[in-house]
């Protein structure tokens, strides 16, 4: 998958937008795919998340060429769910594989903005374990952002039901977003995305002399 990557994006006359992080980017290809063609079709967008990778297979993927000759202007990051697997790391582990993808992105891509997410609520009900540790994981990697090179969002609160349950419309499995997932997703970050891609602006016809 990391070489079909490879060779997909060499495909591209440039790349403006990459997406980077886990399953949950990777099925931008397939679950969210109409949602994806609706936002960032025109945009030079380019989705090198792999499903099952953790924050140590991002960084390798980083530092074995990914983004070799690339000038995103901003990337869309989202890992750290998969380190909680397994064999999970505490928060501060995770929270430290995360800066560590941040600063690989940077020295590769020096003249990108980084838009780190939050980590996606996972487990049906609040109760479930691991959202606590992704409130401490978030909390953490929220001050790994300055506003300028790096801008975090926090989008988590906008997949729960009011009593903080998961709805099988909006994450399948309690952990993969739904087509629905996907549009709650991209319409979170379309602001920000629009400060770097501006919308073309409405055509609007030009006035009509008056007749004299």
């Known amino acids: 998958m990391f070489q079909k990557n490879l060779d997909d994006a060499k495909k591209m006359p440039k790349i403006d937008l990459i997406f980077d992080g886990d399953s949950i ?20 967008a380019f989705d090198f998340g792999i499903w099952g990778d953790q924050t140590k297979h991002l960084l390798w993927r980083l530092q074995n060429g990914q983004v070799e000759g690339l000038h995103p202007k901003l990337i869309v990051l989202l890992i750290g769910t998969n380190n909680l697997g397994l064999t999970p790391e505490t928060p501060e582990q995770i929270a430290g594989g995360v800066k560590a993808v941040i600063a690989e ?15 996606f609520p996972r487990g049906a009900n609040p109760a479930d374990p691991n959202r606590a540790k992704i409130k401490a994981i978030n909390q953490t990697i929220a001050s790994f952002a300055d506003g300028k090179r790096v801008i975090y969002l ?10 903080g349950s998961l709805s099988s419309e909006v994450m399948k499995d309690f ?16 602001p920000t ?20």
Not at 27 to 34: L, P, R
Not at 105 to 119: D, N, S, W
């Open 154 to 163: 926090d989008i988590g609160d906008k997949f729960l039901q009011p009593d």
């Open 193 to 212: 995305i629009d400060q770097f891609f501006p919308p073309a602006a409405a055509f609007t016809a030009p006035a009509q002399p008056k007749a004299p």
């Open 25 to 44: 980017t990777d099925f931008w290809a397939t679950t969210g795919v109409e949602v994806w063609k609706a936002h960032y079709g025109s945009l030079n």
């Open 105 to 119: 992105y940077q020295k590769r891509c020096p003249e990108a903005v980084i838009l780190l997410q939050g980590i």
């Open 175 to 190: 952990l993969h977003p739904t087509p629905k997932g996907y549009q709650i997703w991209a319409d979170a970050i379309q």
